[in-house]
């Protein structure tokens, strides 16, 4: 039941998973933080933009998911 984060990472890798972010910053890059990442947590991946990467999840054409203004 206590499986850390880390060892949930090491595991899903092993598996053949590919973990990516999607959370890149300035800050990230900055302080040397997605370089532990990437060193340290087997992320493998970084995306800046969230919606184009649940798009292929909806269910709803992007087209009439995105809001009219």
């Known amino acids: 039941m206590g499986t850390d984060t880390s060892t949930a990472l090491a595991e899903l890798s092993a598996a053949g998973v590919s973990i ?3 959370d890149i910053s300035r800050d990230r890059l900055n ?3 997605l370089a532990d990442l ?3 947590k087997h ?3 970084v995306t800046s933009n969230r919606r ?3 798009r292929p999840w ?3 054409p992007p087209t ?5 203004t």
Request: glycine residues 8%; without cysteine.
């Open 38 to 40: 990437v060193a340290n």
């Open 43 to 45: 992320v493998v991946g």
């Open 58 to 60: 909806r269910r709803a």
């Open 31 to 33: 302080t040397g933080n």
């Open 52 to 54: 184009s990467s649940r």
């Open 20 to 22: 990516w972010l999607d």
């Open 64 to 68: 009439t998911a995105r809001s009219r």
